[in-house]
Antibody
């Protein structure tokens, strides 16, 4: 059974880069036609898609974040990663990684809370 | 860019009642690409599909721009926030609705 787990710093200073990694266990990130996605949820608010990446390295980003986001995949470590630069307090959120196909994201990490503060 | 609008924002019901949640798209979309999630406090969203084991009291319907999630005979564990989400192919990407909270 595939499981995902987010890791990375919980506190990031304004204007610095937020970096998170999602480790995939119980299955290979290199198999199948899945996309590997990042979603975030500000406190008390709804879900916002950040972007997703295929194991080929092809990426798609939310237009509102595209200028600040980079996704990458490391198949040797069975991981994919998120970098969000020039963060502000508005980037404070729970960040989730998830596996998906056209019919939805069926496996999610438990989420990690990232706070942007000096 | 397609926008998904969910209504109502909050639905106040009692166990045993039926919940009807709406998700409206700003333009016609394929129902195959419109999915729903359930999120409980402090938890990650859960995809509502038969593959993920949702009970039969959950059903989805709709086409074009109007989609509905119906929950028959609400159980205590069904009180949560529900999101619709669209998988876009042109351009590729995902869009979430704003969510509907089903509360007691």
């Amino acid at each position: 059974q595939v499981q995902l787990e987010e890791s990375g710093p919980r506190l990031v200073k304004p204007l610095q880069t937020l970096s998170l990694t999602c480790t995939v266990s119980g299955g290979s990130i290199s198999r199948g036609d899945y996309y590997w996605s990042w979603i975030r949820q500000p406190p008390g608010k709804g879900l916002e898609w950040i972007g997703y990446i295929y194991n080929s390295g092809v990426t798609y980003y939310n237009a509102s974040l595209k200028s600040r986001v980079t996704l990458s995949v490391d198949m040797s470590k069975n991981q994919f990663s998120l970098k969000l630069n020039s963060v502000t307090a508005a980037d404070t959120a729970v960040y989730y990684c998830a596996r998906g196909e056209w019919d939805g994201m069926d496996v999610w990490g438990q989420g990690t809370t990232v706070t942007v503060s000096s | 860019e397609i926008v998904l609008t969910q209504s109502p924002g909050t639905l106040s019901l009692s166990p045993g009642e039926r919940a009807t949640l709406s998700c409206r798209a700003s333009q016609s979309v394929s129902s195959s690409y419109l999915v729903w999630y359930q999120q409980k406090p402090g938890q990650a969203p859960r995809l509502l599909s038969r593959a993920t084991g949702i009970p039969d009291r959950f059903s989805v319907s709709g086409s074009g721009t109007d989609f509905t999630l119906t929950i028959d005979r609400l159980e205590p564990e069904d009180f949560a926030v529900y999101y619709c989400q669209l998988y876009g192919s042109s351009p590729p990407g995902l869009t979430f609705g704003g969510g509907t909270k089903v509360e007691i």
